[in-house]
Each structure stands twice: as C-alpha cells, then as structure tokens.
C-alpha cells in the first residue's frame, strides 16, 4: 500500500535550518505532483509548499517564501523540503502530501483537499 513517511524534525534555535524528507513507496512517486502543510497547535493545517511531478514547478505560501525550499529526488522516491532562517512561528507538525488523482499534470495543488495520500508527520519547535 501507498507510505508516506517523513523524517528531519527536531528543535532548533531561531534562525536555524532543518531538512525534511518525505520518502514514498506502494506507488510511482515519479507520477504525482507532491506537497508539504503543517499544523500548529490550536490553528488548522496550513499550506506550505508544492511541487509538480517533474519538479519543475514549485509553488510556497508567502510565509515561507525566500526560506523554505522544496526538492525532490524522484530517483529515490523522496521529497524534501529544506528550511532555512526558521522562526518561532514555524512551530508545527509538517506533513507530506501527494495528490495520486492526477498522473503527470501540470502544476501542483495548494490546497489540502488537492491531495490524497498523507504522511504521518513530523515535528518542527523552534526556540526563540
């Protein structure tokens, strides 16, 4: 069946810089256009970033844009999203997602309702 799996959380200073990676199985990672949201306590799941299935479009919310990057390794199944200068306010759980309704299409999503298959999540806290 489809796993998304992420890794890379942890706690870091403010101004500090995390990697996470999303590793996929159970389907053809190279197909589908893929996303990361996060979720701070109290507040609903948020958009974060997306990228389309060739990696050649990527999209961000303003909030992290200039800071945060996505990439992806489709050779390795992996999606990645690294975060640079974080702040206090990044504090969430990050989740990956992929949307498998769409094979090879242009774009990516930014809403959550765009995607269909979802990791379990991983944890950033940064300390001010």
């Known amino acids: 069946q489809v796993q998304l799996v992420e890794s890379g959380g942890g706690l870091v200073q403010a101004g500090g810089s995390l990697r996470l990676s999303c590793a996929a199985s159970?389907?053809?990672?190279?197909?589908?256009?893929m996303g990361w949201f996060r979720q701070a306590p109290g507040k609903e799941r948020e958009f974060v970033a997306a990228i389309s299935w060739s990696g050649a479009s990527t999209y961000y919310a303003d909030s992290v844009k200039g800071r945060f990057t996505i990439s992806r390794d489709n050779a390795k199944n992996t999606l990645y999203l690294q975060l640079n200068s974080l702040k206090p306010e990044d504090t969430a759980v990050y989740y990956c997602?992929?949307?498998?309704?769409?094979?090879?299409?242009?774009?990516?999503?930014?809403?959550?309702?765009?995607?269909?298959?979802w990791g379990q999540g991983t944890q950033v806290t940064v300390s001010s």
């Open positions: 997602a992929a949307d498998m309704r769409r094979i090879r299409m242009a774009g990516a999503g930014t809403n959550e309702r765009a995607y269909d298959y």
């Open positions: 159970g389907c053809t990672f190279s197909n589908y256009a």
